[in-house]
């Protein structure tokens, strides 16, 4: 398997902490395997609570000197480090799709995506700055700085390996705080190649941290890193039910918290859209990564008037896409993480079969193997159904018909989560009506690809608290302190 990168250094069985690489933990091993066809790539130290106080305690230590360095050493490292994960994006690209399953074309595409943030970044830090604010004394004057808020925890999904890292590594080393990132137990391999980048790039030991934690244990170490009296960020990227448990973590020591959680987009196509310019944003807002993206279409509500035709362009497109392994030429649908998010994305199916929706395609688990669901396109789908509340995180396209724009208002708003919606219309009136009126923290119009680093990536309800990526991201990792100076004459 190492044999499969070109610099086999990247594949890492060990966590890295305080700029040392750790393979043993009294704990043991755990395995991390491939969702295609359940192979073991690597079997990496099971850490505990103790490793992840140590690696607190080497982040803490390293921030009282990285905090003294100048915005523009660490803009340089930075950038050495973004220079080195493009160099590099063959090999991360390799092991995302070993890890994750999604298809090496869209792990590139991730890495795109991963190292854009690392470069915004790197320009970012020498932007921090404060104000000067006309006191109300003559004799005073009243300076507000930025400072970073100390050592982050970063905790992480899966399911975009190496993205969901660099927007909050990035940000936060260039604001000067220092970083224990926990990645999900499922894949971590790309955390610690990314790892021996950052060493690489000239970051300093105990800046960016990373520990391998086993499923079982992310609860009690999570609790460690999170009630660490050291750390004063916990920035969170995954489920709302588990962001909730952070949160309360949060609270109790009174610590900056960001929440990227759960969403249920709404994907709205209107009657006077350009009905193939929808199919091809549905397509990609949908299917990408195997449909197991946070903004990825959940609900796709269609106007009667064109709901039909919708229907047949969707089929046509879903029916021709190709399911593989990601690490075969032109494959389009990957393995879903596990079997368990198979199952689920099957249930949701059968529930829907079982209140009425008809199955346009697929709507069974792939020949593949366990991990593979057919993609699948549902007809008379119902605001009760199961997929309609929960995020399916699967390859299944519900169609809903709706027929007003009150209608379909209502329909996407209905829901605990408000991360992402999408809607296709032409008509300039209607964009800025449903603009303004649907309750999300990002919206594409006309378009299903919202992510990149320029832009505040977020989400409002229960999808979450704060920004990532764009001139608002590096303040996540800030503090304002407010110096009020007196004595200085008029
Ligand atoms: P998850 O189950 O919430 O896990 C996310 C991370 O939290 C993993 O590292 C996990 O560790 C850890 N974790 C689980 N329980 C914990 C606990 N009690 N204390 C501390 N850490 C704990 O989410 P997921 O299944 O990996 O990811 C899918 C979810 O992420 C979806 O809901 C998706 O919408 C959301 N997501 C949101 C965004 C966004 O930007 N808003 C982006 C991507 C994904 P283990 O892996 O070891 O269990």
């Known amino acids: 398997m190492k044999a499969l990168l070109k610099y086999p250094a990247l594949w890492k069985d060990a966590a890295f902490i305080g700029g040392e690489w750790l393979a043993q933990s009294p704990h043991g091993r755990y395995a991390v395997c491939n969702p295609a066809n359940g192979e073991t790539l690597v079997e990496l130290p099971r850490l505990g609570v103790d490793a992840a106080r140590a690696a607190v305690g080497a982040a803490h230590e390293a921030f009282l000197a990285w905090r003294r360095t100048t915005a523009d050493e660490r803009a340089q490292c930075l950038r050495r480090w973004y220079e080195l994960i493009v160099e590099h994006t063959d090999d991360l690209a390799r092991l995302i799709t070993l890890e994750e399953g999604k298809p090496l074309a869209e792990a590139r595409g991730e890495m795109k995506y991963a190292a854009s943030f690392v470069r915004w970044f790197s320009e970012e830090a020498r932007r921090v700055r404060g104000e000067i604010i006309p006191a109300p004394q003559a004799s005073q004057r009243i300076v507000v700085t930025r400072e970073p808020v100390g050592v982050a925890v970063a905790i992480t999904p899966w399911n975009f390996p190496a993205a969901m890292i660099t927007r909050k590594a990035a940000p936060a080393l260039a604001a000067g705080c220092t970083m224990v990132v926990k990645p999900a137990e499922q894949t971590p391999m790309t955390a610690l190649a990314l790892a021996e980048l950052a060493h690489r790039a000239g970051i300093p030991a105990g800046v960016f941290n990373v520990v391998t934690v086993a499923g079982q244990d992310a609860p009690a170490v999570g609790d460690a890193l999170c009630h660490d009296a050291r750390v004063r960020k916990i920035t969170f990227t995954g489920s709302t039910a588990v962001g909730k448990i952070l949160l309360r973590h949060a609270a109790d020591g009174v610590k900056?918290?960001?929440?990227?959680?759960?969403?249920?987009?709404?994907?709205?196509?209107?009657?006077?859209?350009?009905?193939?310019?929808?199919?091809?944003?549905?397509?990609?807002?949908?299917?990408?990564?195997?449909?197991?993206?946070?903004?990825?279409?959940?609900?796709?509500?269609?106007?009667?008037?064109?709901?039909?035709?919708?229907?047949?362009?969707?089929?046509?497109?879903?029916?021709?896409?190709?399911?593989?392994?990601?690490?075969?030429?032109?494959?389009?649908?990957?393995?879903?993480?596990?079997?368990?998010?198979?199952?689920?994305?099957?249930?949701?199916?059968?529930?829907?079969?079982?209140?009425?929706?008809?199955?346009?395609?697929?709507?069974?688990?792939?020949?593949?193997?366990?991990?593979?669901?057919?993609?699948?396109?549902?007809?008379?789908?119902?605001?009760?159904?199961?997929?309609?509340?929960?995020?399916?995180?699967?390859?299944?396209?519900?169609?809903?018909?709706?027929?007003?724009?009150?209608?379909?208002?209502?329909?996407?708003?209905?829901?605990?989560?408000?991360?992402?919606?999408?809607?296709?219309?032409?008509?300039?009136?209607?964009?800025?009506?449903?603009?303004?009126?649907?309750?999300?923290?990002?919206?594409?119009?006309?378009?299903?690809?919202?992510?990149?680093?320029?832009?505040?990536?977020?989400?409002?309800?229960?999808?979450?608290?704060?920004?990532?990526?764009?001139?608002?991201?590096?303040?996540?990792?800030?503090?304002?302190?407010?110096?009020?100076?007196?004595?200085?004459?008029?």
Request: with cysteine.
């Open 256 to 490: 900056k918290a960001s929440m990227e959680l759960g969403g249920n987009a709404p994907f709205i196509v209107f009657d006077d859209a350009d009905l193939d310019a929808a199919v091809d944003g549905v397509m990609a807002a949908k299917f990408r990564n195997t449909g197991q993206s946070c903004i990825g279409a959940n609900r796709v509500l269609v106007q009667a008037g064109v709901y039909d035709a919708f229907a047949r362009k969707v089929v046509a497109r879903v029916a021709a896409l190709k399911v593989g392994n990601g690490l075969d030429d032109g494959v389009q649908i990957g393995p879903l993480i596990d079997t368990a998010a198979a199952d689920k994305s099957l249930e949701h199916v059968a529930d829907a079969r079982t209140h009425g929706a008809r199955v346009l395609h697929g709507g069974q688990r792939h020949a593949l193997g366990a991990c593979f669901v057919e993609p699948t396109v549902l007809a008379d789908m119902t605001p009760s159904m199961r997929v309609a509340r929960e995020e399916t995180f699967g390859p299944v396209l519900p169609l809903f018909r709706f027929t007003t724009e009150d209608e379909a208002i209502a329909l996407a708003n209905d829901t605990e989560f408000g991360l992402a919606a999408y809607f296709y219309s032409r008509d300039a009136a209607r964009i800025w009506r449903v603009s303004g009126r649907l309750e999300t923290g990002m919206l594409g119009i006309n378009t299903g690809l919202i992510s990149n680093e320029v832009a505040p990536f977020g989400g409002i309800k229960e999808s979450g608290l704060g920004r990532e990526g764009s001139s608002h991201g590096i303040d996540e990792y800030t503090e304002m302190k407010y110096l009020c100076w007196d004595g200085l004459g008029a």
